[in-house]
């Protein structure tokens, strides 16, 4: 019987208590804390067996750990019980300030419920705090929190006698600080378990940074990381190498620049537009040379979750090669393949850029234009050959500018025929053509038609071949380019027929350039080692609003048969 009086048993209890206790705190993982707990029980606490049932995330209990019979243990541990009965049994019985103790006398309830028991056989007791083979002791233990992390349950005391006061208060306080070991012990495996996470994140990271550093630094073609947001927008955080070589700069260099500091002039906006919304856009960019480089331009904004967007990762592809090819096609589609000048559907495409199908029947003088301009233009009225009652370039009498047609007799936005609305649009910024009066120089400048045909080529062509007839064509097609201005146009439109556009010319002006094209082809032509000749005969049309280019073209046709009927042949052949 145990002597609770006795100050040595006490203190016994407490130096066994403290041990196993400190036992606890050496425990590394949440598995060797619980084995020790049951460990410390049968070993400092006089009990033969002991065992932890462990709440799991369900709520249900295992049996986590078991000392004292290894046949015990290899047959209940790992065993589960319901929450609900465990709840059960930690309201029956006593409450020993804590503790929870069911005599055998009632646990026989208990006998067929889910929780895993083991029990051993022995007499019955003979006094009346003997222990006996039925009885059940429990010692719930519970986080800082208050919810239960777990039962002790202990089972056939050393001395064959139920715990005294201060057995029952030795083992309430063991199971305190089994509570906390257990509790720092789950701690420290959270811990470990989120380094072990962390770890592998980082080293997921890392290893993706230097996938994306491997593919950024060695990618075929152009990449680069530019800062998106801020007074820096735009600025070249970071380039690879084959940028580099394709802009001629170095990466020191570059990060200096943002693309719009490299981008041609006219690609500006296409540049601007790309990197505002991302995507994808074809522009140029200078190279450190002078020259420019076709590139296709790849953006994607890089956002942070938090942050919102942080960089733009640009790719930058070479296609220069296919923009010459494509400009190659467009040139062969829009020019002669013989000469090298504009062919004919080139030609009406430059000619109807000019043309609106509203006529311009009354010429404007300078001043005039300016008046207009200022609306001060008086009223011109009705019958005056004008635009109804309107004034005389276009202008209403209440100063807004009649609608604009648009060329080729396009729809326009109000839906009419040539672009005006039933109401008459506001704003009309198209510059009329107008063709100059061709009996007197008023000095009123137009857009000039000079239709050109060979004189005496049939005659080359059939007696020297069609190689003769080539070389004739492509040597006047150079001289009629090298005898007109910049910004003029020459075009062949077929056979032996060539067509010059000249812009701001008077009736005197398109005379003489007429007669320098002439002049310049006179000249022999020397086709292997023989020299040939032909003369030109032109005529001089005058592009004007309200007509089509065929029928410009037709005008000036028409004037160059006159001008060549009104010579004789030998003379046309001198020129």
């Not at 036992?23 to 606490?45: C, F, H, P, Y």
């Not at 060549?564 to 042949?569: G, H, I, V, W």
Request: include cysteine; charged fraction near 25%; hydrophobic fraction near 40%.
């Amino acid at each position: 019987m145990e002597a609770e009086s006795e100050p040595y048993v006490r203190l016994a209890t407490l130096r066994q208590l403290h041990r196993v206790v400190a036992e606890l705190n050496t425990a590394r993982s949440l598995a060797d804390t619980l084995q020790t707990v049951v460990d410390g029980i049968v070993l400092g606490l006089g009990y033969e067996l002991a065992c932890v049932n462990l709440v799991r995330p369900d709520g249900d209990l295992v049996v986590a750990a078991f000392a004292g019979d290894p046949a015990a243990e290899a047959l209940i541990t790992g065993r589960v019980g319901s929450r609900a009965s465990w709840e059960r049994r930690l309201t029956m019985g006593e409450n020993w300030d804590g503790l929870r103790f069911i005599p055998h006398t009632e646990g026989w309830v208990l006998v067929e419920d889910d929780v895993p028991q083991w029990h051993t056989e022995g007499p019955d007791p003979r006094f009346e705090d003997e222990w006996h083979p039925e009885d059940r002791l429990y010692a719930p233990m519970y986080a800082s929190g208050g919810e239960l992390l777990g039962v002790v349950s202990v089972d056939r005391p050393r001395n064959g006698r139920r715990p005294g006061a201060w057995g029952r208060e030795a083992l309430q306080m063991y199971a305190f600080q089994a509570a906390i070991a257990i509790s720092n012990a789950r701690l420290r495996a959270n811990m470990q378990r989120a380094l072990v996470r962390l770890e592998r994140e980082q080293q997921a990271l890392r290893a993706s940074e230097e996938s994306f550093r491997q593919a950024f630094e060695y990618a075929p073609s152009g990449m680069a990381i530019a800062e998106m947001g801020g007074d820096q927008h735009g600025r070249l955080l970071r380039t690879n190498d084959a940028l580099c070589r394709l802009l001629g700069r170095p990466a020191s260099v570059l990060r200096r620049y943002s693309f719009s500091d490299l981008v041609h002039p006219e690609d500006i906006g296409t540049l601007l537009r790309t990197s505002a919304e991302g995507g994808r856009a074809e522009l140029r960019l200078g190279r450190r040379d002078g020259t420019y480089v076709w590139v296709s331009l790849r953006n994607s904004v890089v956002a942070d979750a938090a942050d919102g967007p942080r960089f733009l990762l640009t790719h930058v592809e070479d296609i220069e090669e296919r923009k010459r090819h494509e400009l190659q096609l467009a040139h062969r589609a829009s020019h002669d393949s013989l000469t090298g000048l504009p062919n004919s559907a080139e030609l009406r495409s430059r000619l109807g850029a000019r043309l609106c199908r509203r006529p311009q029947s009354v010429r404007a003088t300078a001043v005039e234009a300016l008046d207009a301009a200022f609306e001060t233009r008086p009223t011109v009225e009705a019958g005056s050959g004008q635009h109804g009652a309107h004034g005389e370039h276009g202008y209403r009498p209440d100063g807004f500018p009649e609608p604009f047609e648009f060329p080729g007799g396009m729809g326009g936005p109000g839906g009419m025929p040539g672009g005006g609305s039933a109401a008459g649009g506001p704003y009309d910024h198209h510059v009329h053509t107008v063709a100059p009066a061709t009996d007197i120089d008023d000095g009123t400048k137009g857009l000039a038609v000079l239709f050109c045909d060979l004189d005496g080529f049939k005659s080359i062509n059939d007696r020297f071949g069609h190689h003769t007839g080539d070389a004739v064509l492509i040597e006047v097609a150079r001289r009629l380019t090298t005898g007109v201005r910049d910004g003029d146009t020459v075009a062949r439109l077929g056979g032996d027929e060539f067509v010059v556009l000249a812009d701001g010319l008077g009736a005197a002006d398109a005379a003489d350039l007429a007669v320098r094209l002439r002049n310049a082809i006179i000249p022999p032509i020397r086709v292997d080692g023989r020299a040939v000749r032909v003369g030109a005969s032109f005529g001089i049309g005058w592009a004007s609003c309200g007509m089509s280019a065929d029928e410009v073209l037709r005008s000036a046709d028409q004037r160059m048969y006159i001008e060549k009927r009104s010579r004789s042949k030998a003379h046309r052949r001198a020129g």
